[in-house]
């Protein structure tokens, strides 16, 4: 594995069912993020880690729950799918020892589509 | 609130330069970043500024004016590679990147 992996790659989800999207690091990053991407606006935060065992919320955390159990894994869950959530999901990570102001690298993205 | 504005298209020949704009209002400010996007593809890391002026990186340059909440993407030599979106993402006071809808750059042979 080099960089950051995300899984699956796309997925087509029926509302109301439960979805795990699994991101992986191996770069021994300390902080990771979830973002969403619609059409039309920019990249949203959803839920971030600073450091393993720690997590916050972003912008739009409702109906999101993340966990931080070590540092290269950060799964977000949709605890039950709404069609709002239908979003290309990407997963990232950044050093995390400049002071908050580093480089944010982006996994490869998950297409979900929730019906 | 906080407030990121850019172009939503441009289009430049083969060849030629061009100056994507950047303007931004957020909530304190810890630098901005630029990045690039291809269709279907993650973002990738361009540039970061945190002092006011012009730095320099091959055939991509960006600027910054924090004064005026200001920032520009310069991309020379433009290929056909080049087409791609470019995301201004200003950094706000709490560290988090507030991000721009994006420009779609389309380059013309």
């Known amino acids: 594995i080099a960089g950051i992996t995300q899984a699956p790659t796309s997925q087509i989800l029926a509302a109301g069912r439960r979805m795990t999207l699994r991101c992986t690091q191996d770069?021994?990053?300390?902080?990771m993020y979830w973002y969403r991407q619609d059409l039309g606006l920019g990249l949203r935060l959803i839920h971030y880690?600073?450091?393993?065992?720690?997590?916050g919320k972003g912008e739009v955390p409702d109906g999101y729950s993340v966990s931080r159990a070590n540092t290269d894994d950060f799964p977000l869950t949709l605890a039950s799918a709404v069609p709002s959530q239908t979003s290309v999901y990407f997963c990232?990570?950044?050093?995390?020892?400049?002071?908050?102001?580093?480089?944010?690298?982006f996994g490869p993205g998950t297409r979900l589509t929730v019906l | 609130g906080q407030n990121i504005d850019q172009p939503t298209e441009m289009t430049a020949t083969e060849g030629a330069i061009v100056q994507i704009n950047c303007t931004y209002q957020?909530?304190?400010?810890?630098?901005l970043f630029w990045y690039q996007q291809h269709a279907g593809e993650a973002p990738t890391f361009l540039s970061y500024?945190?002092l006011d002026g012009l730095e320099e990186k091959g055939r991509f340059s960006s600027f910054l004016s924090r004064s005026k909440g200001y920032s520009y993407l310069l991309l020379k030599e433009l290929q056909m590679k080049d087409s791609a979106s470019y995301l201004c993402?200003?950094?706000?006071?709490?560290?988090?990147?507030?991000w721009g809808a994006g420009t779609k750059l389309i380059i013309k042979p």
């Open positions: 880690s600073n450091t393993a065992g720690t997590t």
């Open positions: 500024n945190v």
């Open positions: 957020t909530s304190g400010f810890n630098g």
């Open positions: 990232a990570s950044s050093d995390g020892t400049s002071g908050g102001t580093d480089t944010q690298y």
């Open positions: 770069m021994r990053h300390n902080a």
């Open positions: 993402a200003p950094m706000d006071s709490n560290y988090q990147l507030i």
